[in-house]
């Protein structure tokens, strides 16, 4: 098992910035890729970043592209999200996500349990 905690979110000003944390600990070897999706009210959840466990290879929607950076710290097994210029449609519940596959395609088994994000306008 592999159990995953963020930390991090809260209300900004569009435009504003935030960095979302997510601790990582169990079986972290079984652990491909570490990612972020995004939940909003009524929607579906969505992918939103992805990096390798080596940090070699990162994936962003389209959305968030130029904006959101991935990076993760090994000697911490936590990845991160600095997302800045936010806008009011990033407002959602982000969640962690872990697993041994491309997160972006697969549905990952391991998730945290969400911090929300609310962007004011």
């Known amino acids: 098992q592999v159990q995953l905690v963020e930390s991090g979110g809260g209300l900004v000003q569009a435009g504003g910035a935030l960095r979302l944390s997510c601790a990582a600990s169990?079986?972290?070897?079984?652990?491909?890729?570490l990612g972020w999706f995004r939940q909003a009210p009524g929607q579906e959840r969505e992918f939103v970043a992805a990096?390798?466990?080596?940090?070699?290879?990162?994936d962003y929607a389209d959305s968030v592209k130029g904006r959101f950076t991935i990076s993760r710290d090994n000697a911490k097994n936590t990845v991160y999200l600095q997302m800045n210029s936010l806008k009011p449609e990033d407002t959602a519940v982000y969640y962690c996500?872990?697993?041994?596959?491309?997160?972006?395609?697969?549905?990952?088994?391991?998730w945290g349990q969400g911090t929300q994000v609310t962007v004011s306008s």
């Open positions: 996500a872990a697993d041994n596959i491309n997160l972006r395609i697969g549905v990952p088994r391991y």
């Open positions: 990096i390798s466990w080596s940090g070699s290879s990162t």
């Open positions: 169990g079986r972290t070897f079984s652990i491909y890729e």
